[in-house]
Structures are given as C-alpha cells and as structure tokens.
C-alpha cells in the first residue's frame, strides 16, 4: 500500500534506537523526510546515518533535551513546519509510589505528559492551516493495564491521554489527526530496565524474569520495534484520515479485554 506519504516531513522524538528509531524508520522508507531527536549526540548521529543509507530521505539530527524550552525551540527550528509529528520519551523509572517525592512527579509529567502537549501546541495550527496533519503519541500499554511499579508512568501518560481524547475530535475535521500507540513488551532498553526492576524485586535472575513475563504474552514472543513503526506509519499515513482520537494497543495479545 502507498501510504501517500513522499515528500512530507516529519519530527520523530526520541529516535535514536528503540521504538522511535522503529518509527522513524518506517516513515523514511515512506519517503518523508525527517527531524530526529535523542539526547545522545553519538548513538543519534549513528542513527540518522543508518537511515539516510537505507532510505535515501533527508535526516537532521538535533541533539537535546526534548522535555526542555530550549530542547524543544531547536527541534522545533530544523522542522518549523512538520506534516508528521511523534511524540515519544522514555518512561520515568520504577518503583514504589512511597519513594516519589514532588519533584519526581513534576518530571514525569514534564516529560511524558507536558511536552507532548506542548509540542503539539506549537505545531496543530499550521497542520490545520495546510489541511493536512498526522500526531502520533507513544504512551504505553499501562494505560489500559496499569503496572503497579510504573505508577509514574501510569499517571503521567493517562493525564495526556485525557487530554488527547478531547483535542483529536476538534481537529479532524481539518484533515489533522491525533492518536495514541500503546506499546507492551517490546525488546528495547527500556524493557530491559523494567525488567531488572522486577528481577530485584522477585529475587530471581534477569533471565528468569525475561522468561516468565514471556509466557504471559499470546503471541510467546517480545515486539520488535520495527512492526511497531510500520503501525506508526500506517496512523500517519494519508490513508488514515477518519482514525483519531484512539488509543491503539500493541502488545501481542496480552492485554485479555474484549474492548
């Protein structure tokens, strides 16, 4: 399928491996031309020119703190004018909701509630204006199953996903889309961590609890960041004009309701 996609542009968050790496990708292979963003100059610069080799589109890499003003001005200044934008950040750590002082959760909500919504402020009026527009927020299954040691994350993300589901039925009607992807267990370092976390908590190896997660999924397998991207790309495609406003669960089965 041609996702109609050539030629538009697109800022992808957080892109440098992982799940936005896996998105960024699959919108490269799609001809749109990219603004990458990751907080580590090298392994970004790695990233980009694997991406330009493999696709041949044009990839600019802005090394920053994306969950900062200034983070955001310079990213916002490679790409002033983006069709596509992914929101995307790594999740706060683990733990016991006893431990998290005030300014724990100030920088949850900065990072995974605040500046999507505020990358989204500075960009869904031009996308209404050009009558064409695709957001796509990477949040987390734990928004329909919350994971008791992720209470950070499990606030943080449902907050934007609140408000999410009431901005992305006042911009469709312009041709400008808003929609939530709800990764589970995906191999990716921010997998690796929880995991971790668990292990020390059960007393047992990383690989036992590797394992024991594992069985738990109906597909008997972790995601690979690429089939996520090609579910992002598919919600930022022209083809995907009347989807908005939908948290889309990607998790291999696990989540076992029927809605």
């Known amino acids: 399928m041609d996702l109609g996609l050539k ?3 697109a800022i992808v968050c ?3 491996k992982g799940l936005g790496k896996g998105c960024a990708m699959a919108l490269a292979r799609e001809g749109v031309d990219l603004v990458i963003n990751a907080r580590s100059a090298d392994v970004l610069e790695a990233t980009a020119a694997e991406i330009r080799k493999a696709t041949g589109v044009k990839v600019t890499a802005v090394a920053c703190d994306v969950t900062t003003g200034e983070g955001r001005s310079r990213v916002l200044a490679a790409c002033p004018d983006p069709d596509i934008l992914v929101n995307n950040a ?30 989204i402020k500075a960009t869904v009026d031009g996308m209404i204006e050009r009558k064409f527009g695709r957001i796509v927020n990477i949040t987390s299954g734990a928004v329909k199953a919350p994971i008791p040691i992720l209470g950070l994350s499990n606030g943080a ?8 589901a009431g901005l992305s039925r006042d911009t469709v009607r312009h041709n400008v889309t808003i929609n939530n992807l709800l990764p ?5 370092d921010r997998l690796k961590q929880t995991l971790k976390a668990a292990a020390d908590r059960e007393g047992v190896s ?14 008997g397998r ?7 991207g090609h579910a992002c790309a598919f919600l930022c495609s022209a083809r995907s004009g009347y989807i908005t406003g939908q948290n889309l669960l990607i998790d291999g089965g696990f989540f076992p309701g029927t809605m």
Not at 157 to 164: D, E, K
Not at 184 to 188: A, H, K, L, N, V
């Open 7 to 9: 030629g538009k542009k």
């Open 206 to 219: 990383v690989e036992q609890a590797a394992q024991g997660r594992v069985v738990g999924i109906p597909a």
């Open 157 to 164: 993300r449902t907050g934007l996903t609140g408000f999410i």
């Open 184 to 188: 589970g267990s995906f191999d990716t």
């Open 90 to 119: 790594g999740g706060p750590p683990p733990g016991d909701f006893r431990d998290w002082d005030r300014d724990a959760w100030i920088k949850a909500i900065d990072s995974n509630m605040l500046t999507p919504i505020f990358l």
């Open 222 to 228: 972790y995601g690979t960041p690429d089939e996520f």
């Open 14 to 16: 957080a892109s440098s």
